[in-house]
């Protein structure tokens, strides 16, 4: 036992580092980001965006069947060479350039389907995204192997600068929607160039694919969950973009980014540590549960109160951030804003049975989930933009409980310690919401950028008080872990 002392320790401290380079470099660059971002709003039109989110539907679709399953493999691999390395890479390129190709063909047609002849063009251009993909997802996988992430939080940072810089450029340009499709551009290909030049192995691809059963299963699996998971989270702007007007569209799109901000920019990253780490605990699933537990006990005492603080100061956030064109959007995002802690709790499972080698449950609650929220967005659109948040709101619980109940035997976990794990968090969180109810009403009439930065204010030391009676131990904790750099 003393021998595995210093593995497990080493392993720690190697992970907490990756923490710090991750987060720290995504807080950064989610920063230069959504200050060009609001800017970017307040410039173009909600109309913009309703044309943007159509075009979108197909990029990620597309983008999601872009094969990062395969670089995965990668990470999960006892021993990578370069014949190996090169097998994925030649994978990749096929098949992105499969997907480009198939996105310009039929970017017509979709045009057709939504009766807006704009987003053939978009797509078309768009197509261009897929061919940087193989030279970022090989290059990230193995440096995701050592949990080397200093290199790419560098890169991240680069690309994030010039993407930022690309949209209001484009935007004060009075290019308009096509801001939308160029900025992201200018994001991936300095992030592709960045991370070729970081590469600890020269790309080189290998047309060979003798010896690939098992990355190619493992690949084909994650393929597999993300078509299903696609259908999913994009069948509200399907279902919608044939119900609702453009106008009404970009409203309800860009609520739900705002609600998204966490779960969809810092919880993956996180992520992308976590089955590294999942994948060195493989043969100790003790170990992985508590693993599990930790991390969602600390993921959600940092998340739920941005959640409940976005639901109960979204009328003040978005009148001061977006202007008046958007004064319709706060009780989408309150509602929103309510159904995030349900579906970042659902994707922290993700990596941890996909790293223990259980792919088929990511699969099966992909599945669960493209048949549950497809139905809620159908019986919700009928009450237009507040109907699909109030879907959101009533289906992610559910397909949540779903996951759980296929995930945690994989990993180990009681639903005892996964409600332990929880409850500090959403009594915290709870607490914090019910107060700044309160206080708001006593600070309606001061000036809604001043309400704002009272409400921010005061909601964040109620939360901090609270968590210091209740999970004191856990936040000592977190600031010994991070001041240290090593967790036993």
């Given at each position: 036992?003393?021998?595995?002392?210093?593995?497990?320790?080493?392993?720690?401290?190697?992970?907490?580092?990756?923490?710090?380079w991750?987060?720290?470099?995504?807080?950064?660059?989610?920063?230069?980001?959504?200050?060009?971002t609001?800017?970017?709003?307040?410039?173009?039109?909600?109309?913009?965006?309703?044309?943007?989110?159509?075009?979108?539907?197909?990029l990620?679709?597309?983008?999601?069947?872009?094969?990062?399953?395969?670089?995965?493999?990668?990470?999960?691999?006892?021993?990578?060479?370069?014949?190996?390395?090169?097998?994925?890479?030649?994978?990749l390129?096929?098949?992105?350039?499969?997907?480009?190709?198939t996105?310009?063909?039929?970017?017509?047609?979709?045009?057709?389907?939504y009766?807006?002849?704009?987003?053939?063009?978009?797509?078309?251009?768009?197509?261009?995204?897929?061919?940087?993909?193989?030279?970022?997802?090989?290059?990230?996988?193995?440096?995701?192997?050592?949990?080397?992430?200093?290199?790419?939080?560098?890169?991240?940072?680069?690309?994030?600068?010039?993407?930022?810089?690309?949209?209001?450029?484009?935007?004060?340009?009075?290019?308009?929607?096509?801001?939308?499709?160029?900025?992201?551009?200018?994001?991936?290909?300095?992030?592709a160039?960045g991370?070729?030049?970081a590469?600890?192995?020269?790309l080189?691809?290998?047309?060979?694919?003798?010896?690939?059963?098992?990355?190619?299963?493992?690949?084909?699996?994650?393929?597999?969950?993300?078509?299903?998971?696609l259908?999913?989270?994009?069948?509200?702007?399907?279902?919608?973009?044939?119900?609702?007007?453009?106008?009404?569209?970009?409203?309800?799109?860009?609520?739900?980014?705002?609600?998204?901000?966490?779960?969809?920019?810092?919880?993956?990253?996180?992520?992308?540590?976590?089955?590294?780490?999942?994948?060195?605990?493989?043969?100790?699933?003790?170990?992985?549960?508590?693993?599990?537990?930790?991390?969602?006990?600390?993921?959600?005492?940092?998340?739920?109160?941005?959640?409940?603080?976005?639901?109960?100061?979204?009328?003040?956030?978005?009148?001061?951030?977006?202007?008046?064109?958007?004064?319709?959007?706060?009780?989408?995002?309150?509602?929103?804003?309510?159904?995030?802690?349900?579906v970042?709790?659902?994707?922290?499972?993700?990596?941890?049975?996909?790293?223990?080698?259980?792919?088929?449950?990511?699969?099966?609650?992909?599945?669960?989930?493209?048949?549950?929220?497809?139905?809620?967005?159908f019986?919700?659109?009928?009450?237009?933009?507040?109907?699909?948040?109030?879907?959101?709101?009533?289906?992610?619980?559910?397909?949540?409980?779903?996951?759980?109940?296929?995930?945690?035997?994989?990993?180990?976990?009681?639903?005892?310690a996964?409600?332990?794990?929880?409850?500090?968090?959403?009594?915290?969180?709870?607490?914090?919401?019910?107060?700044?109810?309160?206080?708001d009403?006593?600070?309606?009439?001061?000036?809604?950028?001043?309400?704002?930065i009272?409400?921010?204010?005061?909601?964040g030391?109620?939360?901090?008080?609270?968590?210091?009676?209740?999970?004191?131990?856990?936040?000592?904790?977190?600031?010994?872990?991070?001041?240290?750099?090593?967790?036993?």
């Open positions: 036992m003393a021998s595995e002392a210093p593995a497990i320790t080493t392993l720690g401290t190697r992970v907490v580092s990756a923490v710090l991750r987060s720290g470099s995504q807080i950064i660059a989610q920063m230069v980001v959504w200050s060009a609001f800017v970017v709003i307040r410039l173009l039109n909600p109309a913009d965006y309703g044309l943007f989110s159509m075009s979108q539907v197909v990620i679709l597309l983008t999601l069947l872009n094969g990062s399953g395969f670089s995965d493999a990668l990470v999960r691999a006892k021993h990578v060479g370069e014949r190996e390395v090169g097998q994925v890479f030649a994978i390129l096929l098949l992105n350039g499969g997907i480009a190709l996105q310009v063909l039929l970017a017509p047609s979709i045009a057709d389907y009766d807006q002849p704009l987003i053939a063009k978009l797509l078309a251009v768009q197509a261009l995204l897929y061919l940087a993909n193989p030279f970022i997802l090989v290059p990230v996988a193995l440096l995701g192997r050592t949990l080397d992430f200093r290199r790419q939080a560098q890169v991240n940072l680069l690309s994030a600068l010039a993407g930022a810089l690309a949209s209001v450029a484009c935007a004060v340009a009075g290019l308009a929607v096509w801001t939308l499709v160029l900025a992201p551009l200018a994001m991936a290909y300095t992030r160039i991370m070729t030049l590469s600890p192995v020269r080189r691809p290998v047309f060979d694919f003798v010896g690939m059963g098992a990355t190619i299963r493992f690949g084909g699996a994650m393929l597999l969950s993300t078509a299903l998971w259908v999913q989270t994009q069948s509200d702007v399907i279902i919608a973009a044939r119900s609702l007007d453009v106008h009404t569209l970009g409203l309800y799109t860009t609520a739900l980014f705002l609600a998204q901000i966490v779960s969809s920019k810092f919880v993956p990253p996180l992520n992308e540590v976590a089955f590294t780490a999942y994948a060195r605990l493989q043969g100790d699933r003790a170990e992985a549960a508590w693993a599990f537990g930790k991390s969602v006990r600390i993921v959600m005492l940092a998340t739920m109160p941005l959640f409940f603080g976005l639901a109960v100061t979204a009328e003040p956030l978005v009148a001061t951030m977006l202007g008046p064109k958007w004064v319709e959007i706060p009780p989408v995002v309150a509602r929103l804003a309510l159904a995030m802690p349900f970042v709790l659902q994707i922290m499972f993700t990596p941890a049975t996909s790293a223990l080698g259980q792919p088929r449950v990511q699969v099966l609650s992909a599945a669960a989930g493209a048949v549950i929220m497809p139905i809620a967005f019986l919700g659109v009928a009450d237009g933009a507040l109907g699909l948040a109030t879907a959101w709101l009533v289906a992610f619980p559910i397909l949540t409980i779903v996951t759980a109940s296929l995930a945690m035997p994989v990993i180990g976990i009681s639903v005892a996964l409600a332990r794990a929880i409850a500090p968090a959403l009594f915290c969180a709870a607490g914090m919401m019910l107060f700044v109810l309160g206080a009403r006593w600070l309606s009439e001061i000036g809604t950028p001043l309400r704002l009272a409400l921010i204010g005061l909601g030391l109620v939360y901090a008080g609270m968590v210091m009676v209740v999970a004191r131990s856990t936040v000592l904790e977190i600031l010994r872990l991070f001041v240290r750099r090593a967790v036993a």
